[in-house]
């Protein structure tokens, strides 16, 4: 955890502050299907990467404010987020259907949180919870993950709460656990109870600084419907989601623990693309069957298959170069590490973006765009012949490149100055 920007909890005017900045993470051997929906402890474990919050973020403030008079309704809760607000008390139960956040799971995670608390008189607060992401909502960009690690964090630090922050996280949402950790990080399924099912940093950020995420936007509409509904008709209908768990837990996440421990590229992409595709053919398997990818996503699937078959024709490897993955929805997360990174964007430019990849690509990397302007493909005929053959010609396919690393611990600010 960074702690260095961070000073427990100002009080000034009876109210106390505190902000993060929580960023998204993407699984590589992913969770789908819970055994206790309530307490959201998922059949398998999953291992994700957490992405660099300088360029994809959630920020959360949660504000304490002292309460003039305690009425016997709790807690007032604002929620400010993205855009939209709305305010209720925790115990009253007539309020409208429409919630910003999960209501039940926020009033869960408050619960939890002030009953082992540090902080004296934590019933005699209202809460203030003001969030924003800086990336598109609920597309597949796993912005429940970063938002509810964020929120999970701030109530832990301003409570001064004595349990696990990640158990909290995941209270609110599944694989939020997972953003709570910068690095590799294992959500681990445990023995089916809460204090057991948490999540661990398996490796740093620093341990693998060439590794690179690359998320092709391709569609930045809500996703019809959400992992929380799909995963619950998966378990219900799939036989394929037992076989898969079973696949998960005996073979693939030690598999993929050693090929990170190894940074074995080939190994990881090996496993990542068979993940992901093993994920699909369980939403396909659940009836009403689930469509997550769309004709763009499997485009960008072929595209990454004859990326990999050129680089092998090219080079004496016999192991992948360029991996991907897909969440619950249809946008495409690429790996690929330094040695391929610029050859890959710039093909993506050439082939699937309509314009100047250079002037929209966002990255961490501030000298990415100079090299990507500059980058003279060798055979690059050769590439053409192969965009022909497979009928790649669609300059629509990708609307935005966002770039990562593997990102650090959350940090977190004294937000008065904000
Ligand atoms: O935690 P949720 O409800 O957002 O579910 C996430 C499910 C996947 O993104 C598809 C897989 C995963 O492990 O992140």
């Not at 291992?47 to 003039?68: G, H, Q």
């Not at 139960?93 to 009033?107: F, G, T």
């Not at 499997?298 to 680089?311: Q, Y």
Request: proline share 3%; with cysteine.
């Amino acid at each position: 955890m960074c702690y260095e920007l961070y000073k427990l909890g100002i009080e000034m005017d009876e109210k106390l502050v505190i902000t993060c900045e929580c960023a998204p993470n993407i699984a590589l051997i992913k969770y789908w299907g819970k055994s206790d929906d309530d307490l959201i402890i998922p059949l398998n474990s999953s291992i994700s990467i957490t992405l660099d919050y300088r360029v994809l973020n959630s920020r959360t403030t949660v504000e304490l404010i002292k309460k003039n008079d305690l009425s016997n309704l709790g807690a007032k809760i604002y929620i400010d987020l993205n855009e939209a607000s709305e305010e209720f008390f925790e115990n009253d139960s007539n309020v409208p259907v429409k919630e910003l956040i999960n209501r039940k799971r926020l009033l869960k995670m408050l619960h939890k949180v002030r009953s082992n608390c540090g902080l004296d008189d934590a019933l005699s607060y209202d809460i203030r919870i003001s969030s924003r992401n800086n990336f598109p909502t609920a597309c597949g960009l796993a912005s429940s993950a970063s938002g509810l690690a964020c929120l999970a964090y701030c109530l832990s630090k301003i409570f001064k709460y004595q349990g696990n922050t990640a158990e909290l996280a995941r209270i609110g949402s599944g694989s939020a656990c997972r953003s709570i950790f910068g690095g590799f990080v294992c959500w681990h399924a445990g023995d089916g109870t809460s204090s057991t099912s948490i999540s661990t940093q398996l490796f740093p950020s620093s341990h693998w600084p060439e590794l690179n995420v690359l998320i092709l936007v391709l569609e930045d509409q809500k996703k019809s419907i959400s992992s929380t509904d799909g995963m619950k008709d998966s378990v219900r209908t799939s036989d394929l989601l037992k076989d898969r768990v079973r696949l998960v837990e005996e073979k693939r996440l030690s598999e993929m623990q050693e090929a990170i421990k190894k940074k074995d590229f080939g190994a990881l992409a090996c496993l990542t693309m068979r993940d992901s595709n093993t994920f699909h053919a369980v939403c396909l398997d659940t009836y009403p069957p689930l469509f997550y990818l769309n004709d763009k996503s499997k485009t960008i699937i072929r595209f990454v298959d004859e990326f990999n078959k050129m680089n092998k024709e090219n080079s004496s490897s016999t192991t992948p170069t360029l991996a991907y993955t897909f969440d619950a929805g249809p946008n495409a997360f690429l790996l690929v590490e330094d040695t391929h990174l610029v050859q890959c964007l710039y093909l993506i430019g050439q082939v699937f973006y309509n314009g100047e990849l250079t002037d929209s690509l966002i990255s961490v990397d501030s000298d990415l765009r100079e090299k990507l302007k500059s980058y003279q493909c060798p055979d690059m005929s050769k590439w053409r012949e192969m965009f022909k053959r497979a009928n790649f010609i669609s300059k629509q396919v990708v609307k935005t490149v966002i770039h990562s690393k593997v990102g650090d611990d959350i940090p977190c600010t004294n937000s008065l100055s904000d």
